[in-house]
């Protein structure tokens, strides 16, 4: 197989569920769109919670001993949230989404502009920050197969329609963010040509999940959380985990 093939896999997905999607939108009533966008919502939810279990991941347990792991999530929250505010990330990525909007959709009224803006945001981060996400690119790179991203691809085909029945062509959009960070990853993946180590792992998908339960909040809308502006938590949760081992 073809490095790469799983993104290119996952991509496809995502634009066909999102044509689905905005075909199906205009034949939905706004309260049935309401209540797709709600149950995705509390899908995102679940998934958050259940990639909270990685705490309790032997090796990373043992990385950062057993009530290390919640503060090593807490410090990479912290810090990635601070480095992300500086660097605006949110507001970057909800302006690259405006963008996007006027160069496919034209000017259009200022609520089109906003759903095409939350579409492509909201879409981008549920599909691009996920343990699939990250760990099927990194195997994809490393020759070990595209079965984690064919799975994510099944699912993001699916949420991609619900999100795009609610929210229309900003979710199609999001594909560009999972085919650039993905791509990425794999070239990383091919880069590294081994398993970054169990603990390593455990403190991405721990901190995945906190950021999963952020963008189930904003879907819901309960709170719209700057989840973009934490982002760089991914990057920081791993390096304070190798670092807490070594210290220890």
Known sequence: ????????????????????????????????????????????????????????????????????????????????????????????????????????AGDGSTESRARFVEGFVSASLVFVVGP????????????????????????????SLAFAASLGWGVAASALSVAVVQSILTLLGALLGGLLPAALVASVTATGGVLLLGVGLRLLQVKAVPVGDMLPALIAAPALTALVDVLR
């Not at 503060?71 to 990525?93: H, K, P």
């Not at 699939?132 to 949420?159: C, E, N, P, W, Y």
């Open 132 to 159: 699939l996400a990250v760990l099927g690119a990194l195997s994809d790179g490393m020759g070990r197969g595209i079965d984690q991203l064919a799975l994510k691809a099944t699912l993001d085909g699916f949420a």
């Open 1 to 104: 197989m073809v490095r790469g093939a799983g993104t290119a896999l996952n991509v496809g997905a995502i634009l066909v569920g999102s044509g689905l999607g905005v075909a199906l939108r205009g034949r939905l009533p706004e309260r049935t769109r309401n209540t797709v966008t709600d149950a995705v919502g509390l899908l995102v939810l679940v998934i958050g919670g259940l990639n909270l279990a990685a705490l309790t991941d032997p090796a990373y347990q043992r990385a950062v001993s057993e009530s290390g792991t919640l503060l090593v999530v807490l410090g990479a929250l912290v810090i990635g949230g601070i480095v992300g505010s500086l660097l605006r990330l949110e507001d970057r990525l909800e302006g690259l989404g405006a963008v996007l909007q006027r160069r496919l």
